[in-house]
């Protein structure tokens, strides 16, 4: 249904690429105070941006288990801690839950990737980061087209489906322009579908 756009100044060849058709469907079962939102269905772009689906995955999936402070290395469980209207929902901190954690599915943050890919609307799956290379569990999706964010956050998936965007949209009624959402929003489950 929705496709992120491949920016028009990148060049062929530049990186190498799997083919589309085996990349990752992977999902988010969504409760907001504890009650069913929904279901997330996102392609994750491999075939554009390899290492971060490669995280993203991982910590879909829990494969890599927990690290050596206890930190368990999956996003089930874990909030959507802000929520904007109109701008963006962001979730993935596995470690506090509240933004600051910084930990990848490798350990340590890991490099920009690529910005081959662009923030063309709603459903647009992207790294959050503190500054250029510092990617690590936490991730957001678009609400809208955000072009300003293009070229510095990696975009490295999106939503597949009408129903992920219908629950996108019950996620951010819960949001607030500050960005701290009114009610607590959980990936109850998570995992691959695809395949």
């Known amino acids: 249904m929705y496709s992120t756009e491949i920016s028009k100044s990148v060049q062929p060849g530049m990186?190498?690429?799997?083919?589309?058709?085996?990349?990752?469907?992977?999902y988010f079962d969504m409760t907001i105070d504890g009650e069913d939102a929904g279901r997330l269905t996102f392609e994750l772009r491999a075939d554009i941006a390899p290492k971060?689906?490669?995280?993203?995955?991982?910590?879909?999936t829990g494969e890599r288990g927990i690290t050596e402070d206890g930190v368990k290395l999956s996003y089930e469980g874990s909030v959507f801690h802000r929520i904007v209207k109109d701008y963006l929902i962001q979730g993935g901190d596995i470690v506090n839950q509240d933004g600051t954690g910084r930990l990848s599915s490798?350990?340590?943050?890991?490099?920009?990737?690529?910005?081959?890919?662009?923030?063309?609307?709603p459903g647009v799956l992207s790294m959050c980061n503190s500054g250029p290379d510092s990617n690590g569990s936490q991730f957001f999706i678009t609400l809208v087209e955000t072009p300003w964010l293009d070229g510095r956050h990696v975009v490295f998936g999106c939503l597949v489906d009408q129903p992920s965007l219908d629950t996108l949209a019950k996620i951010e009624q819960v949001g607030?322009?500050?960005?701290?959402?009114?009610?607590?929003?959980?990936?109850?489950?998570c995992g691959q579908l695809f395949p």
């Open 15 to 26: 990186i190498q690429r799997k083919p589309r058709h085996l990349n990752n469907i992977m």
């Open 52 to 60: 971060t689906c490669e995280n993203f995955k991982a910590l879909i």
């Open 106 to 121: 490798f350990g340590e943050p890991f490099e920009d990737e690529n910005f081959i890919l662009r923030h063309t609307g």
């Open 176 to 189: 607030h322009d500050c960005g701290r959402p009114s009610r607590t929003v959980v990936v109850a489950r």
